[in-house]
């Protein structure tokens, strides 16, 4: 993503010659390429149309002249794209590929680093790689990441464990590295040499041969000019490294003439060529450890972080779906093969992580592609979880519902389930014992009860699908031809046979009025408190009395809810304090603040006349439920915001909207942390929506978890470009800062503000332009000035999260094992076998356990089962694995053993580095 979108010529001159005498020049390597933005201020059928023209230009141009060398951005979906629609060209394609004359891959796509899990990141890397093999040539084995905003802590060791001992790299380079390479190294101490990009990033060269207007050469000295510039970079001389390329553009049809103009000291590489000639060692490079995300080189562009907010919703829950639902269920519990199903679903994921995709920074009608790719995974991932439930089901009698474990480890939770009752239910587990249950919503028996004159009853029996009338299933009628009543009663599920036909001829000659009703069985929406073995099923099934009590019930009473782990009170203004049962106490939770935003999809800019509106205009509380299982309260605050941006004024509207906010609090039983939902429907524009949460003691740095790391951050960003250098930063799973945490459904943009002593998530962020070419916190336009008024995400908007206090500076392994708890509730499905079955016992799948070690994907592969896990702190841990296995192998992450591991009585374990990413293959012999 830049802003040069013109196709790049040459004139005829000799950028390269040096006058008798001079020293000679380092070498320069010309690396022509194209950035391929696949969409971004056009959605992607139009941006593939200039794809297809530019690649037949290149492929006919390297066929004609074998001096050629071109690299396709790093991304494999240049090729698939191309290919998709000129299928009779890939053998010319594969050709130069297995010349080496033409590099592809590593990426499939190339991704924004935090807007995606770090399972994404790997099976992005994982397709990339195995589909320029398909071609049959080798992928670039190059970690080029030119163009995304920041990189993750953890993206060293994910190259290292692919066989990439090379990255490149612009935008996030701090301003310690002064040289253009320096050692890269991940939190558990993997290194990689990493290229970074000056003098230019990407396009670096863009400008050496390019004509001047009205067609005149361009002086001489050029590429002098080039070399000077750069050569600073380079204190150990070598070659340099010359990015020929912008944004969708071909190079010129004669750089292979200019390059052999211009000597012996200059020539043409692939990126790949250029880094085949360089040692992958790190010994005497400067080193710089974790996440990249300095503006003081270039811009990061923080604001993508919270655009669109939508995206970033559809974006974690999909994930989640595909990674620790779908993938597990199939690998462990079903007896077909889901495989191109999953595939499918991680096409989605892959293609919706580009990074002008998911950040939103894109034009209206890319939003929306983006959008419904997110639904699509979401769905094939659905879909997935129907099939194996489904199986699974069919052995589950009627009546009963049938429990997963998406966590590698055992488990009580709550499951919300519908289930036939009169008066206040009971349910047993499988193995018989009672389970807490609390009733949540008594839904009605009387669905219809009308009087219609006879002449309509052949029109209402027409209701009648199949046997279905009013989304439930006939399991008796009746008719009365004294009472002149029609009664239909109606259940989840019959068993008895049903024929429309009986009930016509029933009805046959009635006349006069006729009373029908349609009376439900009696059911109840109940919250169940259930035990799961890891990553495994349990059966619950309904019995006539009443189940157990928990161990330790929640209650609601006088706007306060209390589980003994955790106390929380609603004020007067809608804050809540929290207290644990160690005596910790946090106030001023939850405070709702609205401000002004004339920036863009790149970056925030708050007016310089702001009107910051954190009062409300009234606070109500409303009680939800009453424990003992589940308690709440909705939070009802109203304000009055202001209802636009005044560009011209550099303020605020003074016109404004009448908003309520309405939280809910929710206490569980057994859950160290209040869960909060934030509902408003947003009728403004141009701002920006946060939630305040006060810390209980004054922070010198944030912890963030995303792409399987926990990442310390400072109060302050470092500047030195045209970006103002915000300390928004995001978080993945939570964030946590002065002994309070927050766990997170998606990717969330916070702040730690006030001197450390509170913290602002980003609930909402409204803009009316992809990028503004006046943009008070940023010098440079980071796009074209398109108006993007779906951007300004008007209606309803909802934002899940929990809140947890901690002891210590760092939030332990209990915060970590909290957010796992938080992003993946039970799944539940009702069963369908015969009511009388017997109830399957619970049953466990693999169970992954260690202090600090976390599970982030198992899944069916080459006839194993592949598992990968993290060590989530910075001491050595040890992976436990147990579970129905006899072979357990460690391999990388392209599936290739590395080494054996010893599996006595279905157990092995494994010792972790402080951050060290594992894949683990099991299976039974």
């Known amino acids: 993503m830049r802003m040069n979108t013109g196709r790049m010529n040459t004139g005829r001159t000799n950028p390269g010659r040096t006058n008798p005498g001079q020293a000679a020049a380092p070498e320069i390597v010309v690396v022509p390429h194209t950035h391929w933005d696949r969409e971004w201020y056009l959605p992607f059928q139009r941006f593939r149309l200039r794809l297809v023209s530019l690649l037949d230009g290149v492929i006919g141009g390297m066929e004609a002249d074998p001096r ?115 050692a890269w190294e991940a939190p558990d101490g993997t290194a990689v040499r990493t290229q970074y990009l000056p003098e230019g990033g990407y396009g670096n060269a863009a400008s050496m041969f390019e004509e001047l207007p009205g067609g005149a050469s361009p002086p001489a000295g050029r590429a002098a000019g080039f ?28 750089l292979a003439d200019r390059i052999a103009e211009a000597g012996p000291g200059m020539r043409l590489d692939t990126l790949a060529g250029y880094f085949a000639g360089q040692d ?4 005497g490079l400067p080193r710089v450890r974790g996440e990249l995300r300095s503006h003081a080189r270039a811009n ?46 991680w096409g989605r994921l892959i293609e919706a992580s580009c990074h002008d995709s998911v950040t939103g920074c894109g034009s209206d009608e890319t939003a929306e592609q983006v959008a419904a790719r997110m639904a699509e995974a979401e769905q094939l991932g659905r879909a997935v979880c129907d099939l194996v439930t489904a199986e699974r089901a069919a052995s589950v009698p009627h009546g009963s519902h049938l429990v997963f474990n998406p966590s590698p480890v055992p488990r009580t939770g709550l499951i919300t389930v519908d289930v036939p009752a009169d008066g206040e239910p009971g349910l047993v587990a499988g193995d018989g014992r009672p389970v807490p249950v609390q009733t949540l919503e008594i839904a009605p028996t009387v669905l219809d009860d009308a009087v219609h004159p006879a002449s309509r009853l052949p029109i209402l029996l027409e209701r009648v699908y199949g046997r279905v009338l009013f989304g439930q299933e006939i399991r008796d009628w009746t008719v009365s031809r004294k009472e002149r009543t029609l009664t239909f009663h109606v259940t989840s599920r019959a068993d008895v046979p049903f024929d429309i036909g009986d009930v016509r001829e029933a009805l046959s000659g009635a006349d006069g009025e006729w009373r029908v009703r349609i009376i439900a069985d009696p059911r109840r929406t109940v919250a169940a408190l259930v035990d799961v073995p890891a990553l495994g099923m349990t059966t619950v099934r309904p019995v006539p009395s ?59 800019a708050p007016p310089a006349h702001d009107r910051l509106v954190g009062d409300p205009l009234s606070v109500d509380v409303e009680p939800v439920w009453a424990g003992p299982l589940v308690a709440a309260y909705d939070i009802v605050r109203t304000y009055r915001w202001p209802a636009s941006g005044d560009a011209q004024g550099d303020a605020r509207s003074s016109a404004e909207e009448d908003v309520t906010v309405t939280t809910r609090a929710e206490l569980r039983a057994g859950e160290p942390f209040l869960r909060l939902r934030v509902t408003f429907d947003n009728r403004c524009e141009d701002h920006r929506t946060r939630l305040h949460l006060s810390l209980p003691r004054q922070a010198a740095s944030s912890f963030a978890e995303g792409q399987f790391a926990v990442t310390e951050r400072g109060l302050t ?101 909290a957010a796992e708890a938080f992003r993946h509730e039970f799944l539940a499905g009702a069963g369908y076998g015969h009511a009388t079955a017997a109830v399957p016992p619970p049953r466990a799948g693999v169970a992954i356990t ?55 009585d279905g157990t092995a374990t494994l010792a972790l580095r402080p951050w060290e990413i594992a894949t683990v293959r099991l299976r039974a012999g």
Not at 227 to 254: E, F, V
């Open 850 to 904: 260690g202090e600090g070690v976390a599970m982030t994907s198992l899944r069916a592969r080459d006839g194993w089962i592949e598992t990968r896990m993290v060590a989530q702190q910075d001491e050595p841990a040890t992976a436990v694995l147990r579970g129905l296995f006899t072979e357990a192998a460690r391999v990388d992450l392209r599936g290739n053993p590395v080494m054996p591991l010893d599996v006595h």
């Open 546 to 604: 009443p189940g157990g009590a928990p161990d330790a019930p929640v209650m609601a009473d006088g706007n306060v809810l209390d589980n003994g782990l955790l106390r929380a009170r609603v004020h007067d203004d809608g804050t809540l304090g929290l207290r644990t049962a160690s005596g910790h106490i946090v106030e001023g939770v939850g405070r709702i603040v609205d401000g002004g935003d004339l920036g863009d999809s790149y970056n925030h």
């Open 227 to 254: 070399a000077a510039s750069m050569g600073r970079w380079y204190p150990r001389g070598g070659p340099l490294l010359a990015m020929y390329g912008a944004d969708h553009t071909a190079p010129a049809p004669d």
């Open 717 to 817: 960003a470092e500047g030195g470009f045209g970006e103002r250098p915000v300390p928004t930063f995001p978080a993945s799973g939570f964030v946590a800062a002065g002994g309070l945490a927050v766990l997170l459904e998606h990717a969330t943009e916070y702040e730690v503000i006030g001197g450390g002593r509170e913290l602002a998530l980003t609930l909402l962020r409204s803009i009316g332009y992809l990028s503004r070419d006046r943009n008070a916190y940023r010098d440079q336009p980071a796009g074209p000035q398109l108006a993007t008024p779906q951007a300004q995400c008007r209606g309803e908007r909802t934002v899940g999260l929990a809140v947890m206090p901690y002891d210590g500076e760092r939030p332990g392994t209990e915060v970590g094992r």
């Open 280 to 283: 992958p060692s790190v010994d």
């Open 300 to 345: 990061i562009l923080p604001g993508v972080i919270s655009a669109r907010i939508r995206l970033k919703q559809l974006m974690g829950r999909a994930e989640r779906l595909v990674e620790r639902y779908a993938e597990p269920l199939a690998a462990l519990w079903y007896a077909g093969d889901a495989r191109r199903f999953l595939d499918l679903a």
């Open 68 to 182: 050629w060398h071109f690299t396709l951005d790093g991304q494999m979906a240049a090729v698939d794209d191309y290919l998709e629609v000129r299928p009779d060209q890939r053998e010319r394609v594969a050709a130069l590929v297995r010349e080496g004359r033409l590099a592809v891959g590593p990426w499939q796509i190339l991704h924004d680093e935090f807007l995606c899990s770090g399972e994404n990141i790997v099976r992005n890397l994982e397709l990339g790689m195995r589909r320029a093999e398909e071609l049959g040539g080798a992928p670039m084995m190059v970690g080029y990441l030119p163009d995304q905003f920041g990189h993750c802590a953890q993206t060293p060791q994910i190259l290292k464990l692919a066989g990439i001992e090379h990255a490149c790299v612009w935008r996030g380079v701090p301003a310690e590295v002064r040289v253009s390479a320096f």
